[in-house]
């Protein structure tokens, strides 16, 4: 039987690594629980020198025991908190004291919903009707601001006639949040977060138009701020306009800093990826880093020391060096790549749990090579990729 510690305990091991509805807030016959008292035994750390073999270390040394092979769907790393998805394209992470980890993952295609957790099965809370042509699908996620209380979360989704926000509570039908976000034969791909202030933030694709982007009537190629209701976010740049900033095209993530001071969304372009700091009523039009090679931005966080961009294609995680005022001081440097840190192949959504660690979704289905156990869920910690940085502390 494994034993199983806070993540509290493990954080300092230095192993680790449009149209709008209004309805009632509260989920109709559900009873809230907390979330159940489950943890990893470690989480993988970005910048170890054992690769992707590389398992706890045992007690007075520095040396790291094998983790064998995945055996169909049961994966020995301990840090896979769920097994045999679909492509995870969505995740939203269950806030924690460091004594749960918790999240909800989204399927692309089949637009499942489930709520995953170390040492659980995963449970199905929805199942969504999606339209996954192209690059649509289910590929946002976000929990209710008083997810504890009314245990509400929200997805975004590519319908047969549009892209919209949807409310979902576990065994009920999605209810529309804000619709008619433009569809395309392209450019459906979209993110959501919910902002420090209650808000919902919305990354919108340009629907294969690059003209909408820089449209302020379309909702395409946006990031638009919303309440949970689907109305403007009070404050918004514009009175009575739901866009908070424009000129994105194909939006892979959303991340914030733990304070909300600072705000990224990745966008992959026709030539380059990118990441962009966000900042209220500005078009993006500078960003904090491009690649030219392409790697396959998609989900990302702000570790405060470091921004991680999850990639697709390069199958590993891009870590940007960020002065105390968060600018990027360098080039990016990869990790989880098998050779700093373990493997899991396509790397997409990211979302934190707490200051310590975050969850993340593979893709490996999805054009990749999947091994046995994928997808998957894993857990990562935050803190090692903070510290990840050659010559920091």
Not at 335 to 346: A, E, H, S, V
């Amino acid at each position: 039987m494994r034993t199983v510690r806070p993540l509290a305990l493990l954080a300092g091991t230095g192993l680790l690594l449009s149209g709008c509805a209004t309805f009632d807030d509260t989920a109709a016959h559900q009873t809230y629980s907390a979330a159940p008292s489950i943890t990893p035994e470690h989480a993988p750390d970005p910048g170890g020198p054992s690769g992707s073999d590389a398992g706890p270390a045992k007690p007075g040394s520095t040396s790291r025991t094998p983790i064998p092979p995945p055996q169909g769907c049961k994966d020995f790393d301990e840090a896979v908190i769920a097994t045999c998805l679909d492509p995870v394209s969505a995740v939203a992470g269950i806030p924690s004291d460091g004594t749960s980890a918790s999240a909800l993952a989204g399927e692309r295609k089949t637009g499942r919903i489930l709520l995953v957790a170390t040492g659980k099965d995963p449970v199905v809370m929805a199942t969504v009707p999606v339209d996954a042509s192209g690059d649509g699908g289910l590929t946002g996620l976000a929990l209710s601001p008083a997810y504890g209380e009314d245990q509400l979360f929200f997805a975004y989704i590519t319908t047969p006639s549009d892209n919209r926000v949807v409310r979902l509570a576990k065994g009920q039908a999605p209810k529309p949040v804000l619709t008619g976000i433009p569809k395309g034969a392209t450019g459906n791909h979209g993110a959501l977060m919910r902002d420090a202030k209650g808000g919902l933030l919305v990354a919108t694709g340009d629907a294969g138009n690059p003209a909408a982007a820089a449209d302020p009537n379309s909702l395409a190629g946006k990031i638009l701020r919303i309440d949970v209701a689907g109305q403007p976010f009070a404050g918004n740049p514009t009175a009575g306009s739901p866009v908070f900033a424009a000129g994105l095209h194909a939006p892979g993530g959303l991340c914030a800093s733990d304070d909300g001071a600072r705000l990224w969304v990745t966008d992959r372009q026709s030539d380059k990826d990118v990441v962009y700091r966000v900042e209220a009523g500005k078009p993006f039009t500078s960003p904090a880093w491009s690649w030219p090679e392409k790697p396959g931005v998609y989900g990302c966080d702000d570790s405060g020391r470091t921004l991680g961009v999850a990639a697709t294609s390069a199958a590993n995680m891009q870590i940007l060096p960020l002065s105390p005022e968060g600018a990027v001081t360098s080039a990016p440097f990869p990790t989880f790549d098998g050779k700093k840190g373990p493997t899991y192949g396509r790397l997409g959504p990211v979302s934190p749990i707490n200051a310590d660690f975050a969850v993340m979704g593979t893709l490996n289905k999805d054009g990749g090579t999947p091994v046995s156990s994928d997808d998957r869920v894993v857990i990562i910690s935050r803190k090692a990729l903070s510290s990840a940085v050659p010559g920091k502390d």
